[in-house]
Structure formats: C-alpha cells, structure tokens
C-alpha cells in the first residue's frame, strides 16, 4: 500500500508564514478544537454545551461550522450517527463532563454497532484532576474514558494545548478506517479555556488507512465462487457503508448468484431484481434456502442474531466472508474470512471470477419468494403490510426514513423495498429506543432539500419528544409518523407469548398532536385508510410536522423457535 499521500508537505505562502508569526488574538483551547476540525474538513457539528465546554462553544462563534444544538446528548448522539450514515463523512458531537459525557452512551453503543463514523468530543475536569485526584470537581468521575473505552473504537486524551490538533487528526482517521465507528477525546476545562498563542490551524492531512483483501484469499473466494452450483450472497451493512451496492449487482449477475439483505444491509440489492431474496432473514423458508447453498459469499455482516434467524441458521456449503471487522471474521461460522472493506474486495472478487450461467436460479427466488408470501397471508396481517404500502407510497423515493424499534419498523426490516441503497436506518444495531426521531434531524441536517421520515411507537416516541423543539428551531424537514399503541407493544406481545400476561408494558401518554402543536409544530391524527394521503401532505410542507396513527399492530409469527 502506498503512503505517498502522507509524505507531501503542504507549503506555506509567505502571507500564510505571516499569519503563523502573528496569530489573532482573544483565541483559546476551543479556537484550536473547531480550527482542526474545519481543517478535516467538517462542517456541521452536534451537541450540547456543558459548563467544561464552554471553551469549544464558544470558539464556535468564531468559525464557520454550522451547529445542531439538541436536547438530550443522547439524542445528539443519534442524530450525529445519522449525520454520519448518510453523508460518510466524520460527524462531530460535542459533549460536557460526567453527565453529560456518560448521557451519550447509548447513541455511541449504536453508531459502534452499525459502523457510524461519530467523533465525540467532551470535555473533562482541570487537568489536575485527571487520573482518579477525587479533588471534588464538578461532574468529577474517577475515569471517564473508562465508561467509553468498551464501547468507541479508539480513546484520546488531550493534556495540552498543542496536542489537540493531533489527537483530533488521529481520531478522525480512526473513525473513518474501515469498519467506521464512534470515537472518543476528552480534553480538560482549563486547556479549552486557557489563551493560546499556537498559530491557527491550516489544513490537516488524516486520511484514513485502507483494508485491503490478501490476493490469495480473494484467488480462492473466486474459485469457489465460479465453479459454484448453487451459490448466494447474504449483503450486510457494510455493503451499505462502504457504498458498494454496485459492485454488489455486477458480481451477483457475473455468477448469478440469488442476494439476501440484512436488515442492516437494506436496499444494498434492488428489492425487485431477478435474483433478490429481498430482506425476509427471519423465515424458515428463507434460512432453508441459504442452508442449501453450496457456496455462500457473505459481505459485511457477522451473521448475528437478527441476520441468522435468532442463530439457527446452519450453512451446509462453503462459506466466504468478508468483514472489515476482523473480530466478527468466523465469529459465528468457520468460513474463508477475508478481512477487507466490502467495495474494495467486491471489485477484486468481480475481476477474478467467471461468468456463470443459471437459467434455474431466478425460478429458484421465485419458488421462495412465493413460500414466504404463502406463510405470511395465512396469518392474516393484513393490517402491517397495508401500512407499508401506505408509507412506501407517501414516501419519495430519495428521502430517508429512520425507524425505532417498534412493531412496524420490525415489518419495514423484512418487508419494506428501501428502493435506494443509504436511505433506511434503524436502531437495531445495539437495539435502544429513542433512535428515530433524532436520527431523522441528524439526516435533515445534512441534507434539508428533501424530507425525512421518523418512524416510532408511542414509547419510543417519548425517549424524543424534547427534540420536537431542536426540530423547530433549526425548521427541519422531519416527518414523524407515530404509531399509538398504548404502551411498549412488541414488549406487550413478547410477554403475552412467554408468560401469558404483560406487566409493565402499558403506558399513560399525551396526546401527540396537542404535544407537537404546543412546539409549533403541525400534526394531524390519522388511520390506516388516510395514512398514504396524509403522510405525503406532511411530507411535502416545509419544516417539521407530525402524524399520529392510532393502531394496534401485531408481530408476524416467528419460525426460529
């Protein structure tokens, strides 16, 4: 590999030495934090202030990066992870101290699980209090990094001025390297606020190492892939981060090989090419299907729970994996791991195979397809799938839609066709409520030309409702369908089905449009027969707005168990 790109040092004009001599002044720590993050380039930032960072909000006055102030940092958390799915570039988040550091947690868990590229930034307590000194500051933890470190993919810790811009660069770097993830630097109180004479910040160089496939491993995946019988592909979200969806259609048609999606893998395949198995992993049918593969190329997934039908999925065949995580290579099935970015290896494997004829392999998607069909109209759901067409109907085809984790969402994973690669997110990496709504504002941040979708049930819904005014303020175009079921339904139904009776799963709640109408904001109460119609209207009005729908929905029946 080379590292050219490290090894040309930019050179200054001598206007630009000048500068270096003679820096503004009234610049402190914070200065130096937003000055390197414009010299990545970054330009909108999530958060909220705290009083430890006051250094960094303060410096933002005097930079050109745009600021998303939420409510709740966890909610920053979330909308920074979106920020960060949908652009692919580095999402900064900017948090206080203890609290309002450890309120975060959450939302990283969830950027670490599907690979979002989030650069938190908190600060810390005086640097005399570093190292566990118990000196009884304010928002004082005896090591915070700590409560991060299981959860981020690299920790910085800043003790000086001068390090800041270093420990930022590296972070970046790390956050945008094959798998993407969440990042952590904490930098004390008193060297953000401290005056600095440091020259201001010029462009700093933080490109990202790449993951190349081994050319031997790549050799073997092709052999099998072209001399296969019966091969499949199961595409995760890594084909989706890694923008490689194209490379994902070329390859499956060169060896006609049927394609699965993960539930984070969706619209990495068009929902309704010759040889999509579309997205229903959590079906007999389908598990049975990719059993009987004689070679399996799985791209960007590590095969976990929601992807292997609750772990009873068995491959007979051959398995060929490919994982920029290398922790999650082999992690549930022996298989060929080749540890790469999914695009890069996607384009090695597409030169090195040969075409393979299979005139049986779309009537093969077919017959499944069919089988599924089969076993979900005999239960007589009518309702959910009515409900996604409703939706799919209402919502453009560009526009990204972000789901909680609530009864329809659980439907959308299986049944709804994304149409576009990047456009449907949900929380259901680590699994935590709340995800959606501020998800949804992250996404209308980087791109308000066109409107959002938020997906959440009633409870869900109340982990969000403060962001309703970060929604108005900012007059972002978020959508946000509400379902109302009363209480935490999936929760409700997991119950009845285990135990014979729920507890604690039914809520008290607002009424949602009067709510959203005290924030400024216009909803309208809808019902499965105006759904389509009135979410389109929502959609198609500037700024943000809210539709409620009453319903209670029910879980397709499971066939893991």
């Not at 966890?74 to 960060?84: L, R, S, T």
């Not at 729908?549 to 168990?561: D, I, N, V």
């Amino acid at each position: 590999m080379s590292h050219d790109h490290h090894d040309e040092r930019p050179e200054l004009t001598p206007v630009q030495v000048a500068a270096a001599l003679d820096p503004p002044p009234g610049r402190n720590g914070g200065d130096l934090v937003v000055e390197t993050l414009q010299g990545l380039g970054a330009a909108t930032v999530f958060g909220l202030p705290g009083q430890h960072a006051l250094g960094i909000f303060d410096a933002l006055r005097r930079s050109s990066l745009g600021y998303v102030g939420l409510r709740v940092e966890n909610n920053a958390g979330f909308a920074a992870d979106a920020y960060g799915r949908v652009t692919g570039e580095v999402a900064p988040l900017l948090l206080s101290t203890g609290p309002g550091a450890l309120t975060s947690l959450a939302a990283l868990q969830e950027a670490a699980a599907a690979s979002a590229p989030v650069l938190a930034i908190a600060s810390q307590v005086p640097a005399a209090g570093l190292g566990g000194g118990r000196h009884g500051y304010l928002h004082e933890l005896r090591d915070q990094q700590a409560s991060f470190r299981d959860i981020v993919k690299s920790v910085h810790t800043v003790r000086t001025a001068s390090q800041i811009p270093s420990a930022i660069a590296a972070a970046w770097e790390s956050a945008l390297t094959a798998p993407h993830g969440p990042v952590w630097i904490e930098i004390p109180q008193d060297v953000l606020t401290a005056p600095t004479t440091l020259p201001v910040v010029t462009a700093m160089d933080a490109t990202p190492r790449e993951v190349h496939a081994r050319p031997e491993l790549i050799a073997v995946a092709a052999h099998l892939l072209s001399n296969a019988e019966r091969p499949a592909i199961i595409a995760g979200g890594g084909v989706v981060r890694s923008d490689a969806s194209g490379k994902l259609r070329a390859l499956a048609e060169k060896v006609t090989a049927p394609v699965v999606t993960t539930y984070g893998g969706k619209g990495a395949f068009p929902w309704e090419h010759r040889l999509s198995l579309q997205s229903w992993m959590e079906d007999r049918h389908m598990t049975d299907f990719l059993e009987d593969a004689d070679v399996l190329l799985v791209v960007g997934s590590g095969l976990g729970e929601l992807s292997s039908n609750y772990h009873t999925f068995a491959p007979r065949g051959r398995v060929v994996q490919i994982e920029a995580d290398a922790g999650k290579l082999e992690s549930n099935h022996p298989a060929l791991g080749i540890h790469a970015d999914a695009r890069d290896a996607l384009a090695d494997l597409l030169e090195a195979v040969t075409a393979r004829e299979d005139p049986a392999a779309a009537e093969r998607v077919t017959a499944v397809l069919g089988r599924v069909r089969d076993r979900i109209a005999a239960q007589e759901r009518t309702l959910e799938q009515h409900l996604l067409t409703e939706i799919r109907t209402a919502l453009p085809d560009t526009s990204p839609s972000f789901w909680d984790m609530t009864i329809l969402a659980y439907w959308a994973w299986a049944a709804f066709d994304a149409r576009r690669p990047n456009t449907m997110h949900s929380a259901q990496g680590a699994g935590g409520l709340g995800y959606a709504f501020p998800a949804a504002v992250g996404a209308a941040a980087a791109d308000g030309t066109k409107p959002v979708l938020a997906v959440s049930g009633d409870g869900g819904a109340m982990y969000s409702i403060a962001e309703l005014a970060t929604a108005r303020q900012y007059g972002l175009p978020v959508t946000w369908l509400i379902v109302d079921d009363g209480g935490y339904g999936i929760l409700r139904e997991y119950m009845t089905d285990a135990f014979g009776a729920s507890t604690a799963t039914e809520l008290s709640r607002p009424d949602f449009v009067a709510l959203a109408e005290s924030f400024g904001v216009p909803a309208v109460r809808t019902s499965p027969e105006t759904l389509a119609a009135d979410l389109a209207e929502a959609l198609a009005q500037p700024g943000p707005s809210v539709v409620v729908l009453p319903a209670l929905l029910r879980m397709f029946e499971p066939t893991h168990l």
